[in-house]
């Protein structure tokens, strides 16, 4: 168990429809990333947060957007959803950067997202 | 940008064989290197890591050497297990930021 948390596990909706996915990370972590894995574009990254201001931004769609909390607590919105959109999101944490670990992420179990 | 490479897979070996995963990468910086293993239906788990060059990570009779020459961090394991089979990502940190990951290697071990 690596101490991270993403809420819902399974999520399945319909084209157009907008989600929000949750994650906790672990308790101490002030960085969050969310990852997107689909099975033609693999394993890519989304967003950084760091204790509650965005950091870094990857191939993040602009229907796409996220938020981390006062609590540390970050959620994902997608929007306008397509059938491409269908794949495990991933959220990770890290300890604050340039401390030790070197870029180590921990991952939750994802929330994997159906658009039928 | 950075990137990583695995070699192609799927790899099937059977119980007791000698593992190799090889991959490289492009980095801008100085990275940091991980190898992160997807048992099925799970999320992703830290195997190994190394931050410096020369520096060998290992855990579980997994190891891998951060070779800053030929910008490589090979994956080996001297003896297979059936739990082995998953899928194993090799990926790049620099700055401490993103994780930029390889394709992945399913591995399947035969008993």
Same mark, same amino acid.
């Given at each position: +168990?690596?101490?991270?948390?993403?809420?819902?596990?399974?999520?399945?909706?319909?084209?157009?429809?907008?989600?929000?996915?949750?994650?906790?990370?672990?308790?101490?972590?002030?960085?969050?990333?969310?990852?997107?894995?689909?099975?033609? %574009?693999?394993?890519?990254?989304?967003?950084?947060?760091?204790?509650?201001?965005?950091?870094? &931004?990857?191939?993040?769609?602009?229907?796409?957007?996220?938020?981390?909390?006062? +609590? @540390?607590?970050?959620?994902?919105?997608?929007?306008?959803?397509? @059938?491409?959109?269908?794949?495990?999101?991933?959220?990770?944490?890290?300890?604050?950067?340039?401390?030790?670990?070197?870029?180590?992420?921990?991952?939750?179990?994802?929330?994997?997202?159906?658009? @039928? | 940008?950075?990137?990583?490479?695995?070699?192609?897979?799927?790899?099937?070996?059977?119980?007791?064989?000698?593992?190799?995963?090889?991959?490289?990468?492009?980095?801008?910086?100085?990275?940091?290197?991980?190898?992160?293993? %997807?048992?099925?239906?799970?999320?992703?788990?830290?195997?190994? &890591?190394?931050? &410096?060059?020369? +520096?060998?990570?290992?855990?579980?009779?997994?190891?891998?050497?951060?070779?800053?020459?030929?910008?490589?961090?090979?994956?080996?394991?001297?003896?297979?297990?059936?739990? +082995?089979?998953?899928?194993?990502?090799?990926?790049?940190?620099?700055?401490?930021? &993103?994780?930029?990951?390889?394709?992945?290697?399913?591995?399947?071990?035969?008993?």
């Amino acid at each position: +168990d690596s101490g991270v948390t993403q809420t819902p596990k399974h999520l399945i909706t319909a084209t157009g429809q907008r989600v929000t996915l949750r994650c906790s990370p672990r308790s101490g972590d002030l960085s969050v990333y969310w990852y997107q894995q689909s099975l033609d %574009q693999g394993l890519q990254f989304l967003i950084q947060y760091y204790n509650g201001e965005e950091r870094a &931004k990857g191939n993040i769609l602009e229907r796409f957007s996220a938020q981390q909390f006062p +609590d @540390l607590h970050s959620e994902l919105n997608l929007s306008s959803l397509e @059938l491409g959109d269908s794949a495990l999101y991933f959220c990770a944490s890290s300890l604050q950067p340039g401390t030790s670990g070197r870029g180590e992420q921990f991952f939750g179990p994802g929330t994997r997202l159906t658009v @039928l | 940008g950075d990137s990583v490479t695995q070699m192609e897979g799927p790899v099937t070996l059977s119980e007791e064989a000698f593992l190799t995963i090889n991959c490289t990468y492009t980095a801008t910086g100085y990275p940091s290197l991980f190898w992160y293993v %997807q048992y099925p239906g799970e999320g992703l788990q830290l195997l190994l &890591k190394a931050t &410096k060059a020369d +520096d060998k990570g290992s855990n579980k009779g997994f190891e891998a050497t951060y070779r800053k020459e030929t910008t490589s961090f090979h994956l080996e394991k001297g003896s297979v297990q059936v739990s +082995d089979s998953a899928v194993y990502f090799c990926a790049l940190s620099v700055g401490a930021q &993103k994780l930029v990951f390889g394709q992945g290697t399913r591995l399947t071990i035969n008993p």
